[in-house]
């Protein structure tokens, strides 16, 4: 996980309402130094000067969220997290475009073919010559800031996302898992997560 010591600051640059299968949300476009940005945000209520406002940091899975993949739990996650978001008054799930924990598609995709040879997830990234997770996340820190909020309660089973917010000005005043029961495709992948990448799982022993 790496950082931006250098503060980000975004400015919003069109929002909409969102209606979703889950509940209604307002979307929200973000743009740095005149340029648009990709990452997104779906808000609920009024954020602005917020205190302990539930929030999730979710990474693109285009595997898992568009094409409901059971390699991982990406999908459930984020679906959890929307479902539980559309019931609150307020609420902000940031979409970033870090696919693949920051290597990209094709990465991501040439990973899984080693994996079907025996690797791990991160054993794969780091024998294609990427570290575990490339993730940044001092974007996501400019988001929260843009949209106003003073303090997030974060919906999240990874520590190093609780730091790297952290580290970037976000104060967290709680956290909150999202546990995603294993099916026979993703088990490994998520024991891997809680055995390596320190995820807060309680998954019980192979």
Known sequence: METNSSAVTLEIFAQAELPTQF???RIVAFAHNGSRIEDVALVRGDVRNGEDIPARVHSECVTGDVFHSLRCD??????????HFSQLP???LLYMRQEGRGIGLANKIAAYHLQEQGYDTVDANIHLGFDDD???YDIAAAMFKALGVR??????NNPRKIEGLESCGIQISARESIIIQPNIYNDRYLHTKQEKSGHLL???EE
């Open 134 to 136: 490339l993730r940044t």
């Open 202 to 204: 309680d998954l019980k």
């Open 23 to 25: 509940g209604n949300f």
């Open 151 to 156: 303090s997030v309660r974060l919906y999240t």
């Open 74 to 83: 990406c999908r459930q996650q984020l679906e959890a997290a929307q479902k």
């Open 90 to 92: 307020k609420a902000i």
